[in-house]
């Protein structure tokens, strides 16, 4: 689901009085006279113990202890790196765990070697009993207010999804929106897939409504097929003169989403050559309009979304190895709406309530036999083709004075597109789309080829090359 796993997949210490300790060390005789030494001074914790590496990874993964008291000396062959570099692993697995080092090496710098690989404190062997005990209680106490303080925070970021209409019953989609919460958190490049209609935008724009950059502007930018040198005027904004056409200065949306998001929506559309000119914004954090010479910077977080496979994508050549790494630190997938079923009857009311609310229509909900016709059909439009019928299905609704909503208000088409059966590749497809388009806005435009340009928001030079390939096709 995601190339970086967020905090929720980690594994969490238990909570409660009985905190768990455990002591790795490879003396146990040591081991056993330190811990009755700590139960005689009132200490009443779960207490374990591991004589090396292996056997204490695996008890930490099964007890998930609160506090781990490390001898750094695990093994004599290699010295302090042997505790040192199980610190890393410990932690690597249960972030959230206090570990307290034992050194017996008698300087400092081994026990500071120890907290750079996030050691809480170390004492020096043989260790002090009560200060021990203090310090595991300490630690213990530490470990239950941070356990309760990012459970509070992933409930209010719950909550917050929920009130954004973004909440779920199917396991795949709350791993989506676990990651979504974890990526408000932070400014990674975050890359979303899913098939068309699976709600990608609205993801995006959640993220950016949770993270600290909400009170910025949310700016949405979708190629749709554009030349390089009018897609880098968009990002970029340019001069006036900077090339025809240019009558005036114009900012750019990367300008536009300074502090903010930008949200590159079908990010495989990006012409190559843009591709590296983003590159370099992505990396520098500065820009120049076209056909200036003057450098900008923009702080923006950038999400970017498609409904391509990353394989696809770069087994095709559509991105730059480079770009893709770049944009992809973090990655989900959405499902579509057939893989989560028992969502569909409450993303249906919302969006009949939503409408209800917004035109002022009489509607409560759906009648049973509405429900059913709902959960019956495969939707392979996804979210986007559930939203249409519920709206339509509510607009039929009230116009037949009905407080819910029949199966007969719901017009939804028993058939699939024709997708998988087609001999045309997605590239011809869309082609055939360009042409088609080009042909029926000249039609529109009695053959006025610069209007027609205009109303595409295409280039003179693009719209003349793509008007050509239909003229052949059609000759």
Known sequence: MTQEQSPTKKAKVKDGPAANILFIDDDAAATGVLVRALKRRGACFGFHSATNSTEAFALAQGLLPQVAVVDL???????PESGL??????????????IIVLTGHGTEEVGIRALERGAASFLHKPADPGHLLALIKDAVSFTALRSRYLELLHESAQTAMQALGLSTRNALMREVLDTAVFAAANNQPLLITGETGTGKGVIAQAIHQLSHRKSNSFVRFQPFFSGHDLVASDLFGHRKGAFTGATDERRGLIEEAHRGTLFIDEVADLPQETQVML????????????????????????????????????????????????????????????????????????????LANRENLRIQGFAANALKKLTRHSWPGNVRELQAAAEGGAYRAHYHHRRFIEADDLKISGK?????????????????????????????????QTRAAELLGLERSSFRRILKRAQVRLS
């Not at 000396?73 to 010295?79: A, N, Q, R, T």
């Not at 570099?85 to 206090?98: A, G, Y």
């Not at 042409?435 to 806005?441: A, H, I, P, S």
């Open 85 to 98: 570099t199980l610190i890393e692993q410990l932690l690597d697995v249960i972030p959230e765990m206090r």
């Open 416 to 448: 699939q597109p024709a997708r998988a059966g087609t001999t045309l590749s997605f590239r011809e497809q869309v082609n055939a789309f360009e042409q088609q388009l080009v042909l029926q806005t000249l039609s529109e435009t009695g053959g006025n």
């Open 279 to 354: 590159l370099h914004v992505l990396q520098e954090r500065t820009f120049r309009r076209i056909g200036s010479t003057k450098e900008l910077s923009s702080d923006f977080r950038l999400i970017t979304a498609t409904n391509r496979t990353p394989d696809e994508m770069l087994k095709k050549e559509m991105l730059r190895q480079d770009f893709f790494h770049r944009i992809a630190h973090l990655t989900l997938e959405v499902p579509p709406l057939r893989k989560r079923s028992e969502d569909i009857p409450q993303l249906a009311f919302h969006f009949a309530a939503a």
């Open 73 to 79: 000396s695990l093994d004599p062959s290699s010295g």
